[in-house]
């Protein structure tokens, strides 16, 4: 069976964009199954990407090929990244998107770019779309570009949140269409004690196990279904109440965890 494609960028769905890389891979890879993972990704926002693209790639088959651009440097000298990580193949352009793959044994390429008749504005459809059509196709990654050292690769230093002297310094990596609000705290580390955190602002936020356990118009924090914290308000857009979106940061303190 030919491998499927899972698409992930910034295009949004009122353009033609994301309906032109489809056509570039149906007449390319006609029998490629091609899986629509999220084109809503915030304008640019490479570090909202590489979080999404981590929470996903589990779900999906092993043999999966993963697209994503989210790619503000397109046209430019950045180079095309190809990385394997077990049976997954990832194409994503050298910028800091594939950073979650870094210490989990992958192995890496520069890919070949085959730009003479190459939109200099979209390289998703001239680029990137051929290049995964040929994976999908059964192309070795090693026939697309020359292998390199991780130590090559652009790198976003994204750094996960850690509880320290009662206090929480976090980064939203994601607003999803509900307007909750996911975390750079991955569940694990967050503390067991502490059941009422308090923001920058002020505002009063509890911790909860579900949507349903908040009084309407109250603000939580809940172990959410992509392996991180989210902030959340039962009935509305925690997002829109807090004014947070993706890259924003922000300070938690727990008074019962404070010296």
Same mark, same amino acid.
């Given at each position: 069976?030919?491998?499927?494609?899972? =698409?992930?960028?910034?295009?949004?769905?009122?353009?033609?964009?994301?309906?032109?890389?489809?056509?570039?891979?149906?007449?390319?890879?006609?029998?490629?199954?091609?899986? *629509?993972?999220?084109?809503?990704?915030?304008?640019?926002?490479? %570090?909202?990407?590489?979080?999404?693209?981590?929470?996903?790639?589990?779900?999906?088959?092993?043999?999966?090929?993963?697209?994503?651009?989210?790619?503000?440097?397109?046209?430019?000298?950045?180079?095309?990244?190809?990385?394997?990580?077990?049976?997954?193949?990832? %194409?994503?352009?050298? $910028?800091?998107?594939?950073?979650?793959?870094?210490?989990?044994?992958?192995?890496?390429?520069?890919?070949?770019? *085959?730009?003479?008749?190459?939109?200099?504005?979209?390289?998703?459809?001239?680029?990137?779309?051929?290049?995964?059509?040929?994976?999908?196709?059964?192309?070795?990654?090693?026939?697309?570009?020359?292998?390199?050292?991780?130590?090559?690769?652009?790198?976003?230093?994204?750094?996960?949140?850690?509880?320290?002297?009662?206090? /929480?310094?976090?980064?939203? %990596?994601?607003? *999803?269409?509900?307007? $909750?609000? %996911? =975390?750079? =705290?991955?569940?694990?580390?967050?503390?067991?004690?502490?059941?009422?955190?308090?923001? *920058?602002?002020?505002?009063?936020?509890?911790?909860?196990?579900?949507?349903?356990? /908040?009084?309407?118009?109250?603000?939580?924090?809940?172990?959410?279904?992509?392996?991180?914290?989210?902030?959340?308000?039962?009935?509305?857009?925690?997002?829109?109440?807090?004014?947070?979106?993706?890259?924003?940061?922000?300070?938690?303190?727990?008074?019962?965890?404070?010296?």
């Amino acid at each position: 069976m030919i491998a499927p494609i899972v =698409l992930l960028t910034d295009f949004g769905l009122a353009d033609p964009y994301v309906g032109q890389m489809k056509g570039a891979l149906l007449r390319l890879a006609p029998a490629a199954p091609v899986v *629509d993972l999220c084109h809503e990704v915030r304008q640019h926002c490479i %570090l909202q990407a590489g979080f999404l693209l981590e929470a996903s790639r589990p779900h999906f088959p092993d043999d999966s090929i993963f697209l994503a651009v989210v790619d503000p440097g397109v046209g430019s000298g950045r180079s095309i990244l190809l990385a394997r990580q077990g049976r997954q193949l990832f %194409l994503a352009p050298d $910028n800091g998107l594939l950073s979650f793959l870094h210490g989990q044994d992958a192995s890496w390429w520069s890919a070949d770019m *085959d730009t003479a008749t190459a939109s200099r504005t979209f390289h998703g459809r001239d680029v990137f779309a051929p290049l995964v059509a040929r994976l999908a196709l059964g192309a070795d990654p090693s026939s697309l570009g020359r292998s390199i050292d991780p130590a090559e690769v652009v790198r976003l230093e994204q750094a996960w949140a850690e509880a320290g002297d009662g206090c /929480l310094d976090c980064a939203v %990596l994601h607003v *999803d269409r509900f307007g $909750n609000c %996911l =975390l750079n =705290l991955r569940i694990e580390a967050m503390p067991a004690r502490g059941r009422t955190w308090m923001l *920058d602002d002020g505002r009063t936020v509890s911790r909860v196990t579900t949507y349903a356990d /908040l009084a309407p118009g109250q603000v939580g924090l809940l172990a959410g279904s992509q392996g991180v914290m989210e902030l959340a308000v039962n009935g509305g857009s925690c997002s829109d109440l807090l004014g947070l979106f993706p890259g924003r940061t922000f300070r938690m303190t727990c008074p019962e965890q404070l010296p």
